[in-house]
């Protein structure tokens, strides 16, 4: 741009001087933004997949759950062995919601709040339900999110435990 082209003067006779300019980059589509995150999200669902095939992160995931103290169908204040135990759930279609006392809603085996369902589940892999594969989609997920993965699966369980 000249020198010219940058300075114009105002009708009341002021210079005013260009400072910059804008530039705005063409929006996504509705279409191509909903192809782009169910890609992402199949992409996501199936490396998710193939990760609970590997025996050390199946391991893994049973110190958790044995750590967790719950089972699939328990929501938080559940007790293992407790018979007609009212924070049990059998309805897996969603997440199960609040349990003892109303104040966490962690739920299942790992104990997965509403929230976490949602981050990692419905958004990240397109998951709707809470059936046990869900809750263990959603824990890979969360592990691979906090970068133990990697040393799950390569046995490093002394380096995965403190990014867990």
Same mark, same amino acid.
């Given at each position: 741009m000249s020198e010219a082209a940058q300075t114009v003067t105002s009708p009341t006779g002021k210079v005013l001087h260009h400072r910059g300019s804008h530039k705005t980059t063409p929006k996504e589509s509705a279409e191509? %933004? =909903?192809i782009r995150v169910k890609t992402a999200q199949a992409e996501r669902l199936a490396r998710n997949k193939k990760s609970l095939e590997d %025996?050390?992160?199946k391991?893994?995931?049973? =110190?958790?759950a044995e750590a967790e /103290? /719950? /089972?699939y169908d328990f929501k938080y204040g559940a007790i293992k062995g407790k018979k007609n135990d009212p924070w049990r759930f059998t309805d897996f279609s969603t997440h199960p919601g609040a349990g003892y006392g !109303?104040?966490?809603?962690?739920s299942g085996m790992y104990q997965i709040t509403i929230d976490t369902w949602k981050d990692h589940g419905t958004n990240a892999m397109g998951l709707t339900?809470? %059936?046990p594969e869900t809750q263990d989609l959603i824990a890979v997920d969360m592990l691979d999110s906090m970068g133990a993965l990697d %040393?799950?699966?390569? !046995?490093?369980?002394? /380096?995965?435990?403190?990014m867990a």
């Open positions: 191509a %933004k =909903a %025996k050390n992160v391991a893994f995931l049973l =110190a958790i /103290g /719950g /089972g !109303g104040s966490t809603t962690a339900d809470f %059936k %040393k799950i699966k390569d !046995g490093d369980v002394p /380096g995965a435990m403190p």
